[in-house]
């Protein structure tokens, strides 16, 4: 969901991050806190989120402006596809989360599929490294990569966690009501195709 003033401000933002990383300038400094404001005025002002929260939630970080790194779990039992319930949200997703510092991407998704399903499982393939915003998710403050690891399961019990609050296997035409801040009908769509054919390279974009 392309949402025009969101999009204009997280360019600003990212424009002046990487300015103040790399900037020497005592003025170009000034300017690009500038810039950095007006980015959060201009979330702050369309959400009527306070300013200060923007602060933390957009404009905290430092170094080159880079996107975020989602990654999920895609596993499957009798052409059954695996999901959790969040508890954020009463909705359903795939598992997995913010991919973590100093772990690999299957490092991530064997963490997050047996702290929120209870699943032990062997990553096996890259099925897709989609841009969020080609997907009609809600409008957000990140730029989203999202990383989707086809895993077979290999040991555990499947059980709820910390921020899922059940756990089951979904058909194709039995899906639940889907948490579209973590993923979409269109990529759960992909994710069955890709099942049905597994010859077919990774999804890219």
């Not at 973590?182 to 077919?200: A, D, G």
Request: aromatic share 10%.
């Amino acid at each position: 969901m392309s949402v025009k003033w969101l999009e204009w401000a997280k360019q600003i933002q990212a424009i002046a991050q990487t300015g103040l990383t790399y900037t020497k300038d005592v003025y170009d400094r000034e300017r690009y806190e500038q810039l950095m404001a007006l980015g959060i005025n201009i979330v702050s002002t369309c959400t009527d989120v306070p300013e200060e929260k923007i602060k933390l939630l957009f404009a905290n970080e430092t170094g080159y402006a880079t996107p975020k790194v989602d990654v999920r779990g895609v596993v499957f039992k009798n052409e059954k596809l695996l999901l959790v319930k969040e508890a954020i949200d009463g909705k359903w997703a795939l598992p997995g989360g913010w991919a973590d510092i100093g772990f690999s991407a299957s490092e991530v998704v064997t963490k997050e599929i047996s702290e929120e399903a209870g699943l032990i499982v062997k990553p096996v393939k890259l099925l897709g490294l989609l841009d969020k915003k080609f997907y009609n998710h809600p409008p957000e403050l990140y730029h989203v990569y999202k990383v989707f690891i086809r895993c077979e399961i290999i040991g555990g019990t499947k059980h709820g966690g910390l921020e899922t609050t059940a756990v089951d296997f979904f058909g194709e035409d039995e899906l639940p009501e889907l948490s579209t801040e973590r993923n979409t009908l269109e990529q759960i769509k992909l994710m069955f195709e890709l099942l049905r054919n597994p010859e077919m390279p990774s999804i890219l974009d």
